[in-house]
């Protein structure tokens, strides 16, 4: 697979206009990947980015995709965040006649030039056997979601972990019924729920590290952070330093939008020099423990 | 006569009252007020965005009204009652997927009328609470906009994606150069204003806002059409849904959240009085164009996202603003 | 305290309502104002009280020039009003309606039984000690909400009382109160400015009369110099004949049967018939369940049991709209609240009751209902007359009384019920209403006329019906009826 | 003889609605059916469900609810006006990264004062556009709460997770058994309680949502006591924010969606009328218990996500119309 190299562009001038299409920048991984592909941008000189942001509404989603060929932007770069799929959007470019490179959202329908994303099953699984590996005795693992399955992501995660720990000795499944809504506030309060009917919980698995940073504050109220172990996804800057400290915060998976975003943007402009490229490229993510957090926490990065 | 008349009796022919014109055309001066207010900014939008006059653009805006304009109109209806329906972005997430997941077995106009039946008997539940239980419509409708956007999920936790392109037509077809959405909800701006302000039903609707008891001693089922005021607006609601599943391509039981927002306030823009009573289809008309203005002016402007959320309410705080100074001067 | 008005002048959105009006008065006077609707009064007491700026002219205080900017500059200068609409705060208790400038406080928090303590002495020094001050003031009858209302503007001594229309919802012992009241603020040196339009009680009060017209002063008398007959002439611009049309009643047909009817708390099996041509009064004391009784007739609210019949037939109506479709037409005691939607024009609140009659496919008829409206507007003599657009709650208080009456013409009844349809009416068209009553019992119409006035029940009625604690007590025949008879059915001490 | 006569002086025969005091004790029936729904709600929770009557969910309980209690105390002063405060929840995101941010460079108690001053600051210009300008507030506090969550992501787009354990003490200290956030929560609607009911502020802002005009004509500032009553929803959602933060221990700019409609309904389910003038803070309080124990009741008995939702919304329903008909009845 291409790496995030200072390759350049290899046809043309190599300036292009790209535009960016974001579903949503309400998070910080979202926001992450936008300020990723402007910064890898910047470094490679010559390139103009237009963002936009449809603020969550998919419709406006496909507008603005609308605006960035009106525009006559070289391609698109749509990161679709919790987005199923957008044919409006992706046809538009298609008649336009420009390549569309995915990030970290692969879409389930439509045809897109190339996806450059993260497995979330395999982050999910990596989880599940960090987990199995530390419950030697078994014991009770609870599951916190972010969202319905109209966000897959978060369901291939937990299908992940699930795939693993089902069916091992000792170990039982819990799954909160409510959602953490991707934040540390909901992460919180899931897991108070939680601690509130299963108090022999042994750990705790989260659709992301937000929710898992919220969960890790209410097991320290509950008095159980010898007890509980936790186990998240995204490698966000807090979630890192509480997994290097030694906390009973124990492994993330790394999903990281810099180098996703990074990525992209040299896919983009792979793509736009003539070169040939991979359809679909899945960035591995390295499993974080306290022994090799420090190797990628990074003070400076956008997450 | 005992009286001792201080002054001479006089004749009542003093022509005091000539410009009564005046007050009679207050409402005048407040639309031109509010049309040379959407001119400049679209005169502005001309003169510093180099790309708002392209074609493409145009025809961005024209798209992008459709939602809100909808939404707005049954919007208007309920609030004129004194009413609100912040249910309407849930049942747009409704009324989009189950109708995305009827098409793979019923014809497609067949799954869009169930689509926006939905939104109708949404409506109907959502004004039987409050007109026969006399319930407070804020928190029927909040409690129908958890409900329903419960209901959506529960239909389908994921996306449905119609893999038959005859579903993208309604959503992508144009009329020349104006997209068939945009026409629909024109024609339900245009009918709805006749039916407001022509029909015994529309002016039943306006003056309940105004007082209820009122109109019931005049003989008229108040409660009958506060129902039919929010069978309105989940109509609009369910139609926006259908309209908005087919645009973007696949429906989605997540959308549509706080779409409600943009509804009440395109209709308080156009001067519409949240205790009811007061409100017209043509300003609230103009109140859509204004939020859709902001939105596009602040993307061609290439405004960062969270300053454009900055700006947007600061815009919307201004407009407003000069609205009000308008009606005080009259 | 003397107070000076010179030269006031006031328009609205350029028609000018006042045209250059001179007032004075003097400590210990009571100043009547009177004339008719529309002539200004009103607008010359919101002027008074700070409510509303004038345009031009001035206004003086012991010779001082003063400038009210508002309501609270008037009340710093001991004038307070007591306006036409009522306006106390209805989930308040009286308490706290009287009180709300200040309450007595202990340790910075409201003490609120001195409060009401305070209240009760209040009410009972100002002779209302009938009023619980605990009471939600919204759940007092109009009547006493009326005296919560004077009571409020006593709470601190003023030097210039102004009431307009304090008399319209007051009957019996409460107006006898409120009489005794203002003789005994005159002797305190306070200067009242009295409107109303019972000229009766003018000739009673009033020290001097100052009769208003059109936006200027045209006559300022005294009792003794004037009367009753010559101050209607003055406010209507003419002789007034005859105040009452002569009746001679010859009913036909029973048109209105009412058998039993009960509601449980407020009216017990009342029965009666109107005739079609006849004119019968029902009279009672404040609160004695006539408005309640109309309500349930009209099928505003449900009766417990009994029947009601138009024309034949055992009916009870369960809405308005069944007993608008049998010819029944209810003009309510409240205007704002029940008879007007106070944001809409003329033209829709008069069109309201026949919309659906006036369609033309399923679009409303606009140039019928507009010719409808205005030949309405013409015959009731609504004024202004080009008044078809402006919004109702601009036009006088007489005036819109006049818009409800032909709402309600307009779907041509068969039984008319009046609710005390003359309240705030000045004599003028008082005499038009009454005159057009008669003209539409000749019609063969039958009228229900309410009334807490008894010159008028007695006048302008075939027959009197009489209402006691919700029971009908007597049935007197116009002509031959006494007052004192009517009376003692009202208060249940008929021998 | 033309004049009225005034009737001979009658003896105030008191009328003859004696049962009146059952009409003055209807305040007295309603609280108590409420409290009655509430005993039942708690003992059906523990008769069913095991784990309700544990310490650790009880202790959940108490500090689920202070978020939404905070707001709900805030919205209900503003209800009483007969506004409504749609901008809490960014106030709460915006204080909250605010405290967090300004935690490593200022004294904790500081920072967190810093962070409530903010939610005031907010509010003041809410409650001045509102009252000076006499803006409808559904639309002032809609622009607020857009403009106010853009300004909290131009703070920070990312959450700010302080260093120092200081920042969590307030979010978990707990005075016996109860935490301190509730205690400061109840301590708000005790004195809120007492304002409201025992000073002339607080019942010049309940008489300002009966009838402003005439509070005005009593010569109380009307608008004065609009901004107070913003201010007070402003400061307690700047409090929230401080308190949620610290709880969570990281402050995130995207928190606090929606927040807005848990507090209305509380304060609705409490029985106050969004036209003004009504509403109480016990039963306000009650509304927030009420919310609280829907959500953990359904969580306790494992309800799938979507169906809580759409119970939720069914239950807030069906309790608002047991409390209708009872106050019917009365
Ligand atoms: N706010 C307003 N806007 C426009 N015109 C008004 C307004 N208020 C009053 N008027 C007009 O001013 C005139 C005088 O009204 P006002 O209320 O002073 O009469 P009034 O003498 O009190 O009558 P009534 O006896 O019916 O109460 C009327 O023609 C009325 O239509
Ligand atoms: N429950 C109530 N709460 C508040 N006001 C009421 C209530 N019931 C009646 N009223 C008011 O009290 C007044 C008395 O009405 P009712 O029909 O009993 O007597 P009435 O003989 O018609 O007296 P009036 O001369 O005042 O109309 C009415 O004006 C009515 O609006
Ligand atoms: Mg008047
Ligand atoms: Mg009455």
Known sequence: ?303 | MTGQLTEPALTPTEPRRLPRLVLAGRDVTVATAFVALIALLVVVAALTAETFLTPTNLTNLLKQMVTTGLLSFGMLVVILTGGIDLSVGSIVAFSGIVTAGLVSGLPIPLAMAVGVLSGIAFGVVNGTLIARFELAPFVVTLAALTTIRGLAFVYSEVPIAPEDPGFFTLGSATAGPIPVTTLIMLAVFLVGGIFLTRTPAGRSIVAIGGNAETVRLAGINVRRHIVLAYTISGACAGLAGVVLASRVGIAQPSVGVAFELDAIAACVIGGASLAGGRGSVRATFGGVLVLVLINNLLNLYGVQSFWQQVLKGLIIIAVILVQRTNRVRS | MTLELRGVRKDYGGVEVLHGVDLEGRPGEVLAVVGANGAGKSTLIKILSGAEPMTAGEMRMDGEPVELHSPHDAHARGIRTVYQELSIVPGLSVTENLLMGGFPRRRGLIDWTAAHARARELLEGIGFGAIDPRTPAGRLSVARQQMVEIAKALVTMPRILVLDEPSAVLAGGDLESLFELIRRLRERGVLVVYVSHRLAEVMELATRIVVVKDGWVIATTEPSRTSEGELIDLMAGRRLEQIYPGRRARPGATRLSVRGLTRAGEFEDVSFDVRAGEIVGLFGLVGSGRSELARCVFGAEPSSSGQVSVDGGDVRFRTPAEAIAAGLALVTEDRKRTGLVGGMSVLDNIALTTMRGMRRGPLIDAARRREKVTAMIERLSIQPAHCASMRVVNLSGGNQQKAVLAKWLLTEPRVLILDEPTRGVDMATRVAIYHMIDDLARDGLAVLLISSDLTEVMGATDRILVMNQGRLTGELRSDQAGENEILAHAIGQAA
Not at chain 1, 38 to 66: H, M, P, W
């Open chain 1, 1 to 303: 697979s291409s790496g995030s190299g200072d390759t350049g562009a290899s046809g043309g001038d190599g300036s292009y206009t790209i535009g960016v299409a974001n579903f949503t920048l309400g998070g910080p991984y979202f926001s992450g990947m936008d300020k990723a592909i402007a910064a890898q941008a910047k470094k490679k000189g010559k390139i103009e980015i237009i963002s936009t942001d449809a603020n969550g509404d998919a419709a406006k989603l496909a507008s603005n995709v609308e605006d960035l060929l009106s525009k006559n932007v070289d391609a698109v770069i749509i990161s679709g965040g919790p987005l199923e799929s957008a044919p409006a959007a992706l046809n538009a470019i298609k008649s336009a006649g420009k390549p569309v490179v995915l990030v970290d959202r692969k879409f389930q329908t439509g045809e897109y030039t190339s996806w450059i994303g993260p497995d979330n099953e395999a982050i999910g699984r990596q989880n599940g056997e960090f987990l199995a590996q530390r419950l030697t005795d078994g014991g009770k693992v609870a599951i916190i979601k972010g969202g319905p399955a109209d966000n897959s992501i978060g369901l291939a995660r937990t299908n992940g972990v699930k795939s693993v720990l089902q069916g091992k000795p000792g170990i039982t499944l819990v799954e909160a019924p409510d959602f953490g809504n991707w934040g540390s506030d909901g992460g919180l309060t899931v897991m108070e729920s939680l601690l509130a009917t299963n108090s022999d919980l042994k750990a705790v698995f989260c659709e992301n590290d937000a929710m898992c940073l919220g969960a890790q504050r209410a097991i320290a109220d509950a008095g159980k952070d010898k007890q509980i172990i936790i186990a998240g996804v995204d490698g966000q800057a807090e979630a890192l330093k509480a997994i290097q400290d030694g906390t009973n915060y124990v492994v993330t998976g790394l999903n990281d939008a810099d180098v996703i975003g990074a990525m992209g943007l040299d896919r983009a402009v792979e793509i736009l020099g003539g070169a040939q490229v991979e359809k679909d490229t899945v960035v591995p993510s390295p499993m974080i423990t306290k022994d090799n957090a420090a190797q990628y926490a990074d003070p400076d990065g956008g997450f």
